[in-house]
C-alpha cells in the first residue's frame, strides 16, 4: 500500500497564477483534510471532507476550493495564488468515526510545497 | 474554539530525557495524541493516551496526563539524535462532531547534540 501520497512535491507560482494538488489514497478512507503548515504557527485545516462528493471548510479556507469526486482523491485548487500562500501543504485521511470517545488517527501524505513569488 | 499550545524549541544532549509539554483547552476531549514530523517528511503518529488514562509507556517513550490542568507532557529516554524532529501534540475533541478532526499544537522542534 502507497498510503497518501501528494502530487507534485514541489511548485513555484507567480502571483496569479492557479494550479491543483492532488492527494490520493489506498486505504479505503471516508475522510480526508488538508492542512498548511507555516513556520511557529503549526498544522491549520484549510478543508475537510467526510465523505465522496461533500467538503467543508476548516480554519483557514480563503482562497482555496476543494473538491472530492471520488473517494480515493481530494483536490485542493488555489485559483489565483498569492504570497501568502507560500507554505507547505499537508493532506491526510482517517477512517470514518462514529459517536463520542472515538480514537481518530489521521495517515499524512508527504507534503507539497509551494512557492508563490 | 479549542486550542493546544506548545513550546517551539527543545534542545538536549544525547543520552539525556526530553521532555516535551503541550496544553489544551477542551474539557472533552477523549484522545490525545502525539505526532513525529522528520525533516522534510509528514507527519506519523508516535504514541496516543486516552482520557482516562494518566499515563502511558512505550519502550522509551513516556506520556503523562493531567485532565485537570489540562496538560500533557512527551518523555523520550534515552535521546539519540536520530529522534530529532519536530513533535506536534494534538487534541482529538471528544468525537462528537463525527469529522475526525484533530487540533494541532504549533510543534516542538527538538534539537539532540551530540
Known amino acids: 500500500n502507497a498510503g497518501v501520497t501528494q502530487t507534485p512535491k514541489f511548485r513555484v507560482l507567480k502571483t496569479g497564477q492557479s494550479m491543483t494538488l492532488l492527494c490520493a489514497q489506498d486505504m479505503n478512507h471516508e475522510y480526508m483534510y488538508w492542512y498548511r503548515q507555516d513556520p511557529g504557527m503549526g498544522l491549520r485545516l484549510i478543508h475537510y471532507s467526510v465523505g465522496e462528493g461533500t467538503t467543508a471548510k476548516g480554519e483557514v479556507p480563503d482562497g482555496y476550493n476543494v473538491s472530492r469526486l471520488k473517494k480515493q482523491n481530494f483536490l485542493l485548487g488555489l485559483e489565483s495564488a498569492a504570497p501568502s500562500q507560500t507554505s507547505v501543504y499537508f493532506c491526510?485521511?482517517?477512517?470514518?468515526?462514529?459517536?463520542?470517545?472515538?480514537?481518530?488517527?489521521?495517515?499524512f501524505g508527504p507534503g507539497t510545497r509551494l512557492t508563490v513569488l | 474554539g479549542e486550542d493546544v499550545e506548545q513550546s517551539l524549541f527543545l534542545s538536549v544532549r544525547e543520552g539525556d530525557s526530553s521532555v516535551i509539554n503541550c496544553t489544551y483547552t477542551d474539557s472533552s476531549s477523549t484522545y490525545l495524541y502525539w505526532y513525529k514530523q522528520e525533516p522534510g517528511a509528514g507527519l506519523q503518529l508516535l504514541t496516543y493516551i486516552f482520557s482516562n488514562m494518566d499515563m502511558k509507556q512505550d519502550q522509551r517513550l513516556t506520556v503523562l496526563l493531567n485532565k485537570k490542568d489540562k496538560h500533557l507532557s512527551l518523555r523520550i529516554a534515552d535521546t539519540q539524535t536520530g529522534d530529532s524532529a519536530i513533535y506536534f501534540c494534538a487534541d482529538g475533541g471528544s468525537g462528537s462532531s463525527n469529522t475526525g478532526k484533530l487540533i494541532f499544537g504549533q510543534g516542538t522542534t527538538l534539537q539532540v547534540k551530540p
Open positions: 491526510a485521511s482517517s477512517p470514518r468515526v462514529a459517536g463520542v470517545r472515538v480514537y481518530n488517527e489521521q495517515f
